[in-house]
Structure formats: structure tokens, C-alpha cells
T-cell receptor
Framework: EAQVTQNPRYLITVTGKKLTVTCSQN?????MSWYRQDPGLGLRQIYY???????DKGDVPEGYKVSRKEKRNFPLILESPSPNQTSLYFC?????????????FGPGTRLTVL | AQSVSQHNHHVILSEAASLELGCNYS??????LFWYVQYPGQHLQLLLK??????LVKGIKGFEAEFIKSKFSFNLRKPSVQWSDTAEYFC???????????FGQGTELSVKP
């Protein structure tokens, strides 16, 4: 089944404790992206990657890091989480050269930073 | 900067009522337009999309949307809602042919049985 998976689905942590949220897709998509969803703000892009070893900042990159060592994986790293990073996070992927730009979303990771 | 505005934050309807959710975007060039739905506790699913051609697009579950270029709008409609349509709906725009989607704030739809 074609899908985007994320782990963990739920995470409660404390300020300053490094964490990683994994994202993996099995559709051989070149493009991957991370969004955060906050009430009243919709989804905002954090980082994206056009291909392996190519990453770039989205609209709200502060406090986050990403890496793209393999095509299928795009982990989101919070080196020193803070309470304002409490949010619902979605990973997404799509074909880079698709004539339509439909993105496929993962199930989401709900992060709480105390 | 590109932006997407959804007019209604929370809509409450009774079953069988008609639905129209407003979406306006700010970008003067070619755009790709999307409506996504997020059922409680679930991830985003694509309802429908517009890239070119017929401005009236039909999606899954009886939803449709009309692209009106002159009004920069892409409103979502459904003639008769069901309780199972209770969800949050997001309008999104891709304007630069890259991957980034600009999302609206979302509209929460509650359908009373």
C-alpha cells in the first residue's frame, strides 16, 4: 500500500530534550516536506527536500533541522524543543515532476513539549 | 506574499443542508488549487484538485468546487451534507510549481444528525 508513515504518533517531552520524528514513504517520491498544524493557522511548511541531500527552509524553520540521506526517509529533528513547538506535525511527499502537485500526507505526530 | 483565506472558521449544519465553504487566494499567476479534508484524529486526505480546464471540478464523496479566476476563489460545495462529513476542511494553493502548499486557516464543519 502506498503510504507515508510517521513515528511516533504521539510524544510528550520536556523542554531541551532532543527528539527526532521519523518520516518514511514507499512511493519513490523525490519531494518531501514537513508541516506543522496549529489552530487557526492551518498548516505551515517547516522544511522541504527536493531530493536526496537537498533540503531547504520553509516558512517556519526556526528550531528545527532535517536531513535527507535516503530518498524514502526525511526525519525532523528538534535539537532543543520548547513549548512553542507543541503542535501537530505532518510529513508529506510527492513526485517532483508530476504535472499535478498532489501531496500525500502522513498520519501526523502530536507533540507536546512541557 | 501568497496567502489563502477561508472565510468561515466553524460551520454548523443539519443533515441534508447544502454546504458552501469559501476560499480566496492572493496570487496573480497560474495556480494549482486543492481542498483537503481532515476527519477527527486522521491525516489530511485530498478531496479534489484543480490544475486546468473545466473550472468546475468534482471530487470524492459528492464534493465539488468552482474555480473563478476573476474572483481568485475556489469555493467548495456539496448539495446535501451527511453527519459523516463532520471534519475540518482546508483549502490550499500551489503557485510556483514547486512543492510548497499554502494552506488556509481551515474550516471546521459540524453536521448535526
Amino acid at each position: 500500500e502506498a503510504q507515508v508513515t510517521q513515528n511516533p504518533r504521539y510524544l510528550i517531552t520536556v523542554t531541551g530534550k532532543k527528539l527526532t520524528v521519523t518520516c518514511s514513504q514507499n512511493m519513490n517520491h523525490e519531494y518531501m516536506s514537513w508541516y506543522r498544524q496549529d489552530p487557526g493557522l492551518g498548516l505551515r511548511q517547516i522544511y522541504y527536500s527536493m531530493n536526496v541531500e537537498v533540503t531547504d527552509k520553509g516558512d517556519v524553520p526556526e528550531g528545527y533541522k532535517v536531513s535527507r540521506k535516503e530518498k524514502r526517509n526525511f526525519p525532523l529533528i528538534l535539537e532543543s524543543p520548547s513549548p512553542n513547538q507543541t503542535s501537530l506535525y505532518f510529513c508529506a511527499s510527492k513526485e517532483k515532476r508530476a504535472t499535478y502537485n498532489e501531496q500525500f500526507f502522513g498520519p501526523g505526530t502530536r507533540l507536546t513539549v512541557l | 506574499a501568497q496567502s489563502v483565506s477561508q472565510h468561515n472558521h466553524h460551520v454548523i449544519l443539519s443533515e441534508a443542508a447544502s454546504l458552501e465553504l469559501g476560499c480566496n487566494y492572493s496570487y496573480g499567476g497560474t495556480v494549482n488549487l486543492f481542498w483537503y479534508v481532515q476527519y477527527p484524529g486522521q491525516h489530511l486526505q485530498l478531496l479534489l484538485k484543480y490544475f486546468s480546464g473545466d473550472p468546475l471540478v468534482k471530487g470524492i464523496k459528492g464534493f465539488e468546487a468552482e474555480f473563478i479566476k476573476s474572483k481568485f476563489s475556489f469555493n467548495l460545495r456539496k448539495p446535501s451534507v451527511q453527519w459523516s462529513d463532520t471534519a475540518e476542511y482546508f483549502c490550499a494553493v500551489n503557485a510556483n510549481q514547486g512543492g510548497k502548499l499554502i494552506f488556509g486557516q481551515g474550516t471546521e464543519l459540524s453536521v448535526k444528525p
